[in-house]
């Protein structure tokens, strides 16, 4: 299906004040997320990639013990098991790109 609207996705919350929708190639995860202020992600680490792009708000994220807060425009690239953590100090909207493809996002 080359063709998808994200308002006809289903959403999942991964965490509290993580909601999102999730679309999958053949080898990558889109992670399109709505982050409610005051939510926080709590640290940890997978084997994938990841590539997080602030469209909107502000959120503060530590990646290997390295603290930013991100904002428009900012984007943080996050190696493979890098330990890594967040909160968001405003309402969010972020788009994770994950390679491979996070099979416990579908």
């Given amino acids: 299906m080359p063709f998808l609207n994200l308002h006809e996705l289903e959403e999942k919350q991964i965490v509290p004040g993580f909601k999102g929708h999730f679309v999958h190639s053949e080898?990558?995860?889109?992670?399109?997320?709505?982050?409610e202020a005051g939510a926080v992600l709590?640290?940890?680490s997978h084997p994938h990639e990841q590539v997080a792009n602030m469209i909107s708000g502000e959120f503060e994220m530590t990646v290997n013990g390295e603290t930013k807060v991100l904002r428009p425009g900012s984007v943080a690239i996050v190696p493979s098991d890098a330990v890594h953590s967040g909160r968001a100090i405003a309402?969010?909207?972020?788009?994770?790109?994950f390679y491979p493809i996070r099979e416990d996002y579908r």
């Fill in 42 to 44: 709590p640290e940890h």
């Fill in 27 to 35: 080898n990558i995860t889109f992670a399109y997320w709505d982050i």
């Fill in 91 to 97: 309402n969010c909207r972020i788009i994770d790109v």
